[in-house]
């Protein structure tokens, strides 16, 4: 682990020049795990999709690949029963459960508001990225990892790559 505090301004000096950011080249366990939990916090999905979308940006195969699990997410993620994870605390309340729905549903539709505004860029790795997510929605059969992971590997993530 770093003591480096990870800013906006710090990840955006990373993407486009040389600098340096400790966690993200650190071999400690976790330590990449930790980097992609703090860029997506700092970033969000609009922030992912706008350093994908440049092709300029020198992490940008990196942007891309977060971006992507974001979009995947969404076929990941079932209905949650209403317990609590501990079953000595059993069922939650009607309120609680509702309230957590939809604070997942907000989500859900922030992300899909990221997805539909790469219909308007004419960069074409992110229009092939758009489509591919977009066609994912009609093989879905469950909501389960196995989908997530036939999508990711069906995935063709070429025309990010450098040239």
Not at 132 to 150: M, P
Request: charged residues 30%; proline residues 2%.
């Amino acid at each position: 682990m770093t003591d480096q505090k990870l800013t906006m301004e710090l990840i955006k000096e990373w993407a486009y020049g040389d600098t340096v950011i400790e966690l993200y080249e650190s071999d400690e366990a976790g330590d990449s795990e930790s980097f992609d939990a703090a860029v997506n916090a700092l970033v969000g999905v609009k922030g992912l999709l706008a350093f994908a979308a440049d092709p300029a940006c020198l992490a940008r195969s990196y942007f891309v690949n977060l971006l992507v699990r974001r979009f995947l997410w969404m076929f990941r993620r079932g209905s949650e029963l209403p317990f609590h994870f501990s079953r000595f605390l059993g069922i939650m309340s009607r309120d609680d459960y509702r309230r957590m729905n939809m604070e997942r549903e907000g989500e859900l539709y922030e992300i899909c508001l990221v997805l539909d505004s790469m219909r308007h860029i004419n960069d074409p790795a992110i229009q092939s990225l758009y489509k591919q997510i977009l066609d994912f929605r009609h093989d879905r059969t469950s909501n389960d990892s196995k989908f997530y992971y036939e999508c990711w590997a069906k995935l063709d993530l070429g025309l990010f790559e450098s040239k």
